[in-house]
Each structure stands twice: as C-alpha cells, then as structure tokens.
C-alpha cells in the first residue's frame, strides 16, 4: 500500500531512494473519479522504475484548473484511493496549477505523460531536460475519462 508523503523533505526522501539504487518514477495529475483508464496508465508508469510517486493536484489546484465544480473528490480521499493501489508507492500533494516546481525538487529517474502530449509540446519540459529525467508518453485508453463519467451521470438527471 503506498503511503502520502509530505512535501516538505521530498527531495530528501528521493535522494534516500537513489542513493539505495532505486529508480524513481513519477507522474501527476487531478485522478478526480478514479477509472479504468487512470488505473492502466499508473501501471503502465510503476513498469519504468522501482517506485512510482504520483503528483496530486490539491483542491485548490483542481479548481483553479477545472473550475469550481471540481474534484468531486476531495484531495484526501483522492491520495487515499491512489494509495490502495498496488503500483502506486507514494502520493505527494501539490497547490500549483503545474507540478514543475516539485518535479524539480524531485529530479526522478523518469517522468510518465499522456500521449496527447510530445516532448515539444511538454509542459515540463526544461526541467526534465535540466534534471536529466527520462519522459515516457503513455497512450489513453479510449472514452475512459473523469470528464466523460461527469457527462453520463448529468444525461441521466
């Protein structure tokens, strides 16, 4: 079961796992309504490296990207279900509508985003360039999507 950690020594932390010869992986996202889709894709992440750390947008973070209506979920219930998972090892809360900031703080082995996204088009990308971190673009499983659940549940009102 994976574990919350506190922002606060995460680069500490994930200087301990290097130094024990530990490939760090990490991922980020709202994970809002949790679905197949989510699930697939983390695996597919934890296979790059020893440990998966997913970035979890706060609440604050959500709405400011998604808007008031969102999460659903609140960012505790949320990291606790990521926790539940088998392929994921730790949960790290961010406020930022970017996790750049923390992904810099990281410096994990490998950093894991959708494939609607390419390395020119990549958010992060400097900071994966500056920090030597390895990108893997990982395919959506088609129609799975919080967005999509949102949308079924309202047509049924």
Do not use: W
Not at 6 to 25: D, M, P, Q, Y
Not at 33 to 56: A, C, E, N, P, T
Not at 79 to 102: Q, T
């Amino acid at each position: 079961m994976g574990q919350i950690i506190n922002r606060k020594n995460i680069s500490e932390f994930v200087e301990n796992l290097h130094k024990a010869g530990k490939t760090v992986v990490t991922t980020n996202g709202c994970f809002d309504i949790l679905h197949v889709g989510h699930v697939r894709y983390l695996q597919k992440s934890k296979s790059f490296g020893d440990y998966l750390m997913v970035l979890l947008n706060s609440d604050k973070s959500v709405k400011s990207i998604k808007g008031d209506d969102r999460p659903i979920n609140n960012e505790m219930d949320r990291a606790e279900l990521l926790c539940a998972l088998n392929c994921v090892d730790f949960v790290v809360l961010f406020d930022e509508s970017s996790p750049a900031n923390l992904l810099d703080e990281i410096k994990s082995d490998v950093y894991t985003k959708g494939a609607d996204y390419t390395m020119e088009t990549l958010p992060e990308r400097d900071i994966m360039i500056k920090n030597g971190t390895k990108v893997e673009f990982i395919d959506f499983v088609q129609g799975k999507s919080t967005t999509n659940i949102i949308n079924k549940i309202n047509s049924k009102e």
